[in-house]
């Protein structure tokens, strides 16, 4: 069992920076990958970066550029670091992680919006 952790969410004008972490209940050295999706209304809960047990990132190509995951192993934590936010950036980001099974985190609302 994987319990994730969210924290970081809420309410930013465009073009500001919002930092994402999820903290995980077992070492995340052992989980193949972790990342985060989003769901915005009415649409379906996409990729938006992940992060392999040896530290490969993968982006989306819509925050390539713009977003950063990075991890510290010593606190079990996975982060995303989001810059130059767009209004259809707004979504619920979940958490995830690929541990013999997927899980996922309780997701943490971010609003872009003026």
């Known amino acids: 069992q994987v319990q994730l952790v969210e924290s970081g969410g809420g309410l930013v004008q465009p073009g500001g920076s919002l930092r994402l972490s999820c903290a995980a209940s077992?070492?995340?050295?052992?989980?193949?990958?972790m990342g985060w999706y989003r769901q915005a209304p009415g649409k379906q809960r996409e990729l938006v970066a992940t992060?392999?047990?040896?530290?490969?990132?993968n982006y989306a190509d819509s925050v390539k550029g713009r977003f950063t995951i990075s991890r510290d192993t010593s606190k079990n934590t996975v982060y995303l670091q989001m810059s130059t936010l767009k209004p259809e950036d707004t979504a619920v980001y979940y958490c995830y992680a690929n541990f013999r099974r997927p899980y996922w985190g309780q997701g943490t609302q971010v609003t872009v919006s003026s």
């Open positions: 992060i392999t047990s040896g530290g490969w990132p």
């Open positions: 077992v070492t995340i050295l052992s989980i193949n990958t």
